[in-house]
T-cell receptor, first 109, second 112 residues
């Protein structure tokens, strides 16, 4: 079983839609949860960082962690064409990090 | 990208050759990491280093080597022993006692 599972998509939505991206994980020791955005042929860019359970909001982005279900989510409100990218979830319990395979998102104008 | 630079952006190698990928950072971060990214497989850890002159193998270290002689630099050598080296290579850094990584722009290596 992979440490982190993420639906690869692709996901295609109209501009202005609410997007929900999700990851599940198996290691209950994970305490730190991150979401990265990666444009084609570029390095990942850190979007959100959350410690333990709960919600965190930053502009149009909301990260949610449910440790009891081992489930994390990223919500994007009022999606824009510039949000079209691959979104990677990542998590850590210490010095090493574990990544999902990424979900490809296209926002159609 | 912030203060992390990777060079070159594109690299072509003939089979049997060793090549070295550069990663430099001016963020004063202690830890540095090398990942390999292949389509549909996500990021896989090759090596990481938390302090100068010390590094640990990741999940796929075979066929790769690293050095950490300076805090700012963590070069990765892809040796001829790496059976399938064509991939996108990403360097990342982290300040110790924090749990977020920051990535460089990547190097795309193609073996001809």
């Amino acid at each position: 079983q992979k440490e982190v599972e993420q639906d690869p998509g692709p996901l295609s939505v109209p501009e202005g839609a609410i997007v929900s991206l999700n990851c599940t994980y198996s290691n209950s020791a994970f305490q730190y949860f991150m979401w990265y955005r990666q444009y084609s042929r570029k390095g990942p860019e850190l979007l959100m960082y959350t410690y333990s359970s709960g919600n965190k909001e930053d502009g149009r982005f909301t990260a949610q962690v449910d440790k009891s279900s081992k489930y994390i989510s990223l919500f994007i409100r009022d999606s824009q064409p510039s949000d079209s990218a691959t979104y990677l979830c990542a998590m850590s319990a210490g010095n090493q990090f574990y990544f999902g395979t990424g979900t490809s998102l296209t926002v159609i104008p | 990208d912030g203060g992390i630079t990777q060079s070159p952006k594109y690299l072509f190698r003939k089979e049997g050759q060793n090549v070295t990928l550069s990663c430099e950072q001016n963020l004063n971060h202690d830890a540095m990491y090398w990942y390999r990214q292949d389509p549909g497989q996500g990021l896989r850890l090759i090596y990481y280093s938390q302090i100068v002159n010390d590094f640990q193998k990741g999940d796929i270290a075979e066929g790769y080597s690293v050095s950490r002689e300076k805090k700012e630099s963590f070069p990765l050598t892809v040796t001829s022993a790496q059976k399938n080296p064509t991939a996108f290579y990403l360097c990342a850094t982290r300040r110790l006692a924090t749990y977020t990584q920051y990535f460089g722009p990547g190097t795309r290596l193609t073996v001809l």
